[in-house]
């Protein structure tokens, strides 16, 4: 099993609908989680952190959900520009922080 | 300043060239990360350095050789690559672990490799 885990997509959705990601991950200790984007050819760029009460910023929502070992990203009222592949990132510390990238949801917003 | 700097952008190399990527940070941050990125995947760790000691090494071909000479500057030195060493190579900083959680990474815009 991959240390974190995504559904690869393509979804496929138009402009303004409401759409969510969710990733999980297998080690119990991760201690902090985050969303990065990624546009095509391009480095990937911080999203948004994820805390364990949830966060929003904007249109983005993310929820953590430590019991069930999955963090999700909703986006509503979709736009053509959130286009890019969303990925998630699981921290975990032990002596080093180890930083590591689930395999990527890609969103094709449509018009 | 909150960037991470590679170079170059762009690298064509053959299998018999020696070349060096360059990732520089001065965000005080104590690990740095090389990544590969190949096409439509996600970026794949390489290795590890945590204060300017390697930490992890991905099992990582010896055709690729890390170095970091200071807190600020991470270098990997390519020798005999093949074509499917081509991708996206990326840097990528962070806090080391005991700032706390939610640390994020800063990444380098890249150096896009192509061995022929």
């Known amino acids: 099993r991959k240390e974190v885990e995504q559904d690869p997509g393509p979804f496929n959705v138009p402009e303004g609908a409401t759409v969510a990601f969710n990733c999980t991950y297998s080690?119990?200790?991760?201690?902090?989680f985050f969303w990065y984007r990624q546009d095509c050819r391009k480095e990937p760029k911080l999203l948004m952190s994820?805390?364990?009460s949830g966060n929003e910023d904007g249109r983005f929502t993310a929820q953590l959900n430590r019991a069930s070992q999955y963090i999700s990203l909703l986006i509503r009222d979709s736009k053509l520009s959130d286009s890019a592949t969303y990925l998630c990132?699981?921290?975990?510390?032990?002596?080093?922080?180890?930083?590591?990238f689930g395999t990527g949801t890609k969103l094709q917003v449509i018009p | 300043d909150t960037e991470v700097t590679q170079t170059p952008k762009h690298l064509v190399m053959g299998m018999t060239n020696k070349k060096s990527l360059k990732c520089e940070q001065h965000?005080?941050?104590?690990?740095m990360y090389w990544y590969k990125q190949k096409a439509k995947k996600p970026p794949e760790l390489m290795f590890v350095?945590?204060?300017?000691?390697?930490?992890i090494n991905e099992s990582v071909p010896s055709r690729f050789s890390p170095e970091c000479p200071n807190s600020s500057l991470l270098n990997l030195h390519l020798h005999a690559l093949q074509p499917e060493d081509s991708a996206l190579y990326l840097c990528?900083?962070?806090?080391?672990?005991?700032?706390?959680?939610?640390?994020?990474?800063?990444f380098g815009q890249g150096t896009r490799l192509t061995v022929v």
């Open positions: 080690n119990s200790a991760s201690q902090s």
């Open positions: 965000m005080g941050h104590r690990a």
């Open positions: 350095y945590s204060y300017e000691k390697l930490s």
């Open positions: 990528a900083s962070s806090q080391n672990q005991n700032t706390g959680p939610n640390t994020e990474a800063f």
């Open positions: 994820v805390y364990s």
């Open positions: 990132v699981v921290v975990n510390s032990g002596g080093y922080q180890k930083v590591t």
